[in-house]
């Protein structure tokens, strides 16, 4: 039987615009490797910025074999931009994951960030945006085997959910986070393509997508103001090492390699941190009032000088009277600029009252005078006097370990028993009086203190633009800490109140923008829920009235209903078996347990035979299981998740409420089917 022509068979014409494409990304990628720059830097400095560049470039125009290089193609009524002439031609879009362009520099394919790309994900039957043609392509790794098309300004064609579209959805999830550029829906794009100028918080339940547009917002920003970014920076927050190991495949799939990821301990990282804390000191140190506290005991170094200055140079001597003085030092305090910009700045002003009384006496001192006379000893020693310098480190180590010096700048902003609580030296708080720094055993609550009074020190440096993920979990002082880092940019906030499992959760999101210092900013809800299927969310958002009442429960989109079960059991092997069932399955397996109850579990796998992995560690073809602490639970996803225990969950928290919170975290983590295990009775506020 004849083979059909090339030019008969759309999906074959479809694989040689492929093939094309990756080689054009070839030839792009080998023109970067060619350059020469030998001739065009003039110093070694310039080499190593651009050969840096360079290498970015090439690493950036990498073609992943087993990922798509387009997943879809627009077909304009008319060339975007241009009249819509009776007659007018259309064009013709790819739209993939980068630019590629052909050896003649016209496009092959288009970025999906690029303007005219964003009809892919907004068009409909309803606003179709002048295109005829929307068709999405399959893939099985990274060879193209189906498309389907929508003919959005055709009234004869009805709508219809894309086949293709929700098989991309739901397919198994093995290793890290990918990114859903090809999937992204119109309300996640609508929160991708916000400006910069402005700070959105995104208020998603389990499985709406909220980490994968929060970094896709990263790489649209990127892609639409580089430049800026490329000056400031960007940074990427998560709640713990595993989560970030789970999502930082992401960014590098869409060609962005510049963003840095960290942790909010990261950050104000000032000291090692090898104490921790109560709940309830935790929760004291982690209220925002402790930022006044800092700023008076920082400012309760500043004294008002009580002698006249005398300055010496050659034969002469220049008296500056007390009254005098302190008028530079109350005027330095009303500037409310930083501590330590202040203390710079007192030497020069003493030095400027010095030469006016020069030009007075008939001199003409001119700007190395004044730098020499801002550096006499006896100006050192008055501004270390009236001003000395603070180290913020040893400031909150008093604070914390005297007792009066804690009550002091507390008054009128703590109780007596909040100012217990947190200090160290009384009995029971756990913490003995430490001689130095590096000797104190610093909790993480510490480290966020010692980075504030840093701050009302020395001014922290802004970047362009952060993403803050899981923020539900942050303490009103760790939300200062990261609004510090973005002052002079902007913010992306993502979480699920409903998931906050810290003692200082969340209670409002107007709130916790407040205390980023981005009240302004636009908060969003999520609430399609793409990945979570429906029997599990409906039975999870059984929890929503104890621990969220507020909350609009997430309401899944998924075709396929998933598949859930509650098994009583009468031990571990049960579990063990329940897991040996799913691991049939394609794709990765979870089994989270409260946190003490998963050395048993470990040890039970080991004795069948079955290899696990810890969170964060990426799944083989060969080991397919993850042990996930509850605790380490939250951002994670596995295809198939076992939940052992559910009242051992809620039980390992300090209160209830928490606990329930951990819970209906474990309950939504699986994308495709849930066994909950349980040998006592399930919490009643799910029965």
Same mark, same amino acid.
């Given at each position: 039987?004849?083979?059909?022509?090339?030019?008969?068979?759309?999906?074959?014409?479809?694989?040689?615009?492929?093939?094309?494409?990756?080689?054009?990304?070839?030839?792009?990628?080998?023109?970067?490797?060619?350059?020469?720059?030998?001739?065009?830097?003039?110093?070694?400095?310039?080499?190593?910025?651009?050969? =840096?560049?360079?290498?970015?470039?090439?690493?950036?125009?990498?073609?992943?074999?087993?990922?798509?290089?387009?997943?879809?193609? @627009?077909?304009?009524?008319?060339?975007?931009?241009?009249?819509?002439?009776?007659?007018?031609?259309?064009?013709?879009?790819?739209?993939?994951?980068?630019?590629?362009?052909?050896?003649?520099?016209?496009?092959?394919?288009?970025?999906?960030?690029?303007?005219?790309?964003?009809?892919?994900?907004?068009?409909?039957?309803?606003?179709?945006?002048?295109?005829?043609?929307?068709?999405?392509?399959?893939?099985?790794?990274?060879?193209?085997?189906?498309?389907?098309?929508?003919?959005?300004?055709?009234?004869?064609?009805?709508?219809?959910?894309?086949?293709?579209?929700?098989?991309?959805?739901?397919?198994?999830?093995?290793?890290?986070?990918?990114?859903?550029?090809?999937?992204?829906?119109?309300?996640?794009?609508?929160?991708?393509?916000?400006?910069?100028?402005?700070?959105?918080?995104?208020?998603?339940?389990? %499985?709406?997508?909220?980490?994968?547009?929060?970094?896709? =917002?990263?790489?649209?920003?990127?892609?639409?103001?580089?430049?800026?970014?490329?000056?400031?920076?960007?940074?990427?927050?998560?709640?713990?090492?595993?989560?970030?190991?789970?999502?930082?495949?992401?960014?590098?799939?869409?060609?962005?390699?510049?963003?840095?990821?960290?942790?909010?301990?990261?950050?104000?990282?000032?000291?090692? /941190?090898?104490?921790?804390?109560?709940?309830?000191?935790?929760?004291?140190?982690?209220?925002?009032?402790?930022?006044?506290?800092?700023?008076?005991?920082?400012?309760?170094?500043?004294?008002?000088?009580?002698?006249?200055?005398?300055?010496?140079?050659?034969?002469?001597?220049? =008296?500056?009277?007390?009254?005098?003085?302190?008028?530079?030092?109350?005027?330095?305090?009303?500037?409310?600029?930083?501590?330590?910009?202040?203390?710079?700045?007192?030497?020069?002003?003493?030095?400027?009252?010095?030469?006016?009384?020069?030009?007075?006496?008939?001199?003409?001192?001119?700007?190395?005078?004044?730098?020499?006379?801002?550096?006499?000893?006896?100006?050192?020693?008055?501004?270390?006097?009236?001003?000395?310098?603070?180290?913020?480190?040893?400031?909150?180590?008093?604070?914390?370990?005297?007792?009066?010096?804690?009550?002091?700048?507390?008054?009128?902003?703590? &109780?007596?028993?909040?100012?217990?609580?947190?200090?160290?030296?009384?009995?029971? &708080?756990?913490?003995?009086?430490?001689?130095?720094?590096?000797?104190?055993?610093? &909790?993480?609550?510490?480290?966020?203190?010692?980075?504030?009074?840093?701050?009302?020190?020395?001014?922290?440096?802004?970047?362009?633009?952060?993403?803050?993920?899981?923020?539900?979990?942050?303490?009103?002082?760790?939300?200062?800490?990261?609004?510090?880092?973005?002052?002079?940019?902007?913010?992306?906030?993502?979480?699920?109140?409903?998931?906050?499992?810290?003692?200082?959760?969340?209670?409002?999101?107007?709130?916790?923008?407040?205390?980023? %210092?981005?009240?302004?900013?636009?908060?969003?809800?999520?609430?399609?829920?793409?990945?979570?299927?429906?029997?599990?969310?409906?039975?999870?958002?059984?929890?929503?009235?104890?621990?969220?009442?507020?909350?609009?429960?997430?309401?899944?989109?998924?075709?396929?209903?998933?598949?859930?079960?509650?098994?009583?059991?009468?031990?571990?092997?049960?579990?063990?078996?329940?897991?040996?069932?799913?691991?049939?399955?394609?794709?990765?397996?979870?089994?989270?347990?409260?946190?003490?109850?998963?050395?048993?579990?470990?040890?039970?796998?080991?004795?069948?035979?079955?290899?696990? @992995?810890?969170?964060?560690?990426?799944?083989?073809?060969?080991?397919?299981?993850?042990?996930?602490?509850?605790?380490?639970?939250?951002?994670?996803?596995?295809?198939?998740?076992?939940?052992?225990?559910?009242?051992?969950?809620?039980?390992?928290?300090?209160?209830?409420?928490?606990?329930?919170?951990?819970?209906?975290?474990?309950?939504?983590?699986?994308?495709?089917?849930?066994? /909950?295990?349980?040998?006592?009775?399930?919490?009643?506020?799910?029965?």
């Amino acid at each position: 039987m004849p083979s059909t022509p090339v030019d008969d068979d759309p999906l074959a014409r479809e694989r040689a615009h492929l093939a094309s494409s990756r080689g054009a990304l070839r030839a792009m990628r080998e023109d970067a490797e060619s350059l020469d720059i030998s001739d065009v830097t003039a110093n070694w400095v310039n080499a190593q910025i651009l050969e =840096r560049q360079i290498e970015e470039r090439i690493k950036a125009l990498a073609d992943l074999s087993d990922t798509p290089l387009f997943f879809g193609r @627009l077909d304009y009524l008319h060339a975007p931009g241009a009249e819509r002439a009776e007659g007018a031609e259309g064009e013709q879009f790819y739209i993939g994951r980068r630019h590629v362009h052909d050896g003649d520099g016209d496009p092959m394919v288009i970025d999906w960030r690029a303007p005219v790309s964003q009809p892919f994900y907004r068009a409909s039957k309803k606003d179709p945006m002048d295109v005829g043609l929307r068709r999405r392509f399959g893939y099985t790794g990274g060879a193209l085997t189906a498309y389907e098309d929508e003919h959005l300004s055709d009234p004869a064609e009805a709508a219809r959910t894309s086949k293709l579209l929700q098989r991309e959805i739901e397919r198994p999830r093995v290793g890290p986070m990918r990114d859903i550029v090809a999937t992204i829906q119109p309300e996640q794009d609508e929160i991708v393509r916000s400006g910069l100028g402005g700070t959105v918080c995104v208020q998603g339940g389990p %499985g709406t997508g909220k980490t994968a547009v929060g970094l896709h =917002r990263v790489a649209y920003l990127l892609y639409a103001h580089r430049e800026r970014l490329a000056r400031t920076g960007t940074l990427v927050i998560g709640p713990n090492r595993s989560f970030l190991h789970y999502i930082e495949q992401v960014l590098p799939a869409l060609g962005e390699l510049a963003v840095r990821q960290g942790t909010v301990d990261d950050l104000v990282a000032h000291v090692e /941190v090898r104490g921790t804390d109560d709940a309830a000191a935790a929760v004291v140190k982690g209220d925002a009032r402790m930022a006044e506290v800092l700023r008076r005991a920082v400012y309760s170094h500043v004294s008002m000088p009580s002698e006249p200055l005398v300055v010496v140079r050659g034969s002469r001597r220049w =008296r500056l009277p007390a009254y005098e003085l302190e008028e530079m030092v109350r005027e330095l305090l009303d500037r409310d600029i930083r501590y330590g910009a202040a203390r710079d700045a007192l030497p020069q002003r003493i030095a400027h009252a010095v030469l006016v009384q020069m030009e007075r006496s008939g001199e003409a001192p001119d700007d190395r005078v004044q730098d020499a006379v801002a550096r006499n000893s006896a100006v050192k020693a008055a501004v270390k006097e009236v001003w000395p310098a603070v180290d913020p480190a040893k400031l909150v180590l008093r604070l914390l370990t005297d007792a009066d010096f804690l009550a002091e700048h507390a008054k009128g902003v703590l &109780s007596e028993d909040e100012q217990k609580t947190i200090l160290w030296a009384l009995p029971g &708080s756990g913490r003995r009086p430490a001689r130095s720094v590096k000797a104190a055993r610093w &909790s993480a609550a510490d480290a966020v203190l010692i980075d504030e009074a840093t701050d009302i020190v020395e001014r922290t440096h802004s970047l362009g633009h952060v993403v803050l993920d899981e923020a539900q979990d942050l303490s009103p002082m760790q939300y200062r800490a990261v609004g510090r880092r973005c002052t002079t940019g902007s913010a992306t906030v993502l979480g699920d109140l409903a998931q906050g499992t810290t003692p200082w959760a969340t209670r409002s999101w107007q709130e916790a923008l407040g205390h980023l %210092g981005k009240a302004d900013a636009v908060i969003e809800e999520l609430t399609a829920g793409f990945r979570v299927p429906t029997d599990v969310i409906t039975y999870a958002s059984r929890l929503l009235p104890h621990i969220a009442p507020g909350l609009t429960p997430v309401a899944s989109v998924r075709e396929n209903p998933g598949f859930f079960d509650l098994r009583p059991v009468t031990g571990t092997a049960e579990t063990v078996a329940a897991c040996e069932e799913l691991l049939r399955n394609e794709g990765s397996t979870g089994l989270i347990a409260a946190d003490a109850r998963i050395p048993a579990l470990a040890e039970a796998l080991t004795a069948r035979g079955i290899g696990h @992995l810890a969170p964060g560690e990426e799944t083989t073809a060969e080991t397919r299981l993850t042990l996930v602490p509850a605790s380490l639970a939250k951002g994670l996803e596995y295809d198939y998740v076992v939940l052992d225990e559910p009242q051992a969950v809620v039980d390992g928290e300090p209160d209830e409420r928490t606990g329930l919170r951990r819970l209906y975290v474990a309950l939504t983590r699986a994308v495709s089917g849930l066994i /909950v295990t349980h040998t006592t009775p399930l919490p009643p506020q799910l029965t």
